[in-house]
Nanobody, 114 residues
Framework: VQLQASGGGLVQAGRDLRLSCAAS??????MGWYRQAPGKQREMVATITSGGTTSYADSVKGRFTISRDNAKNTVDLQMNSLKPEDTAVYYCNGRGTYSRRDYWGQGTLVTVSS
């Protein structure tokens, strides 16, 4: 099982960025994005079920949108109005439909400058 995240980079505050994650080797009941800022624990950013039910961290509600394509086994995170506090390594995650194991991508760095 592999999850490959892409799309990170350096952006100015207020700008937008889109992260993408391509998965293979399994189907996933839930897919999501997590992030880990320097010196902090990894936290959930957004999740989406195979049926399209979404959940967001309070800090990103109204700014970030998660979407997935079940046929392509991809999950994207559209991040708008980025803030410096969004700076972190972002990881995509998938919970195996049958294994119920959590699988992680390699992480992509997002840096938001003020």
């Amino acid at each position: 099982v592999q999850l490959q995240a892409s799309g990170g980079g350096l952006v100015q505050a207020g700008r937008d960025l889109r992260l993408s994650c391509a998965a293979s080797g399994s189907t996933f009941s839930v897919m999501g994005w997590y992030r880990q800022a320097p010196g902090k624990q990894r936290e959930m950013v957004a999740t989406i079920t195979s049926g399209g039910t979404t959940s967001y961290a309070d800090s990103v509600k109204g700014r970030f949108t998660i979407s997935r394509d079940n046929a392509k086994n991809t999950v994207d995170l559209q991040m708008n109005s980025l803030k410096p506090e969004d700076t972190a390594v972002y990881y995509c995650n998938g919970r195996g439909t049958y294994s119920r194991r959590d699988y992680w991508g390699q992480g992509t760095l997002v840096t938001v400058s003020s």
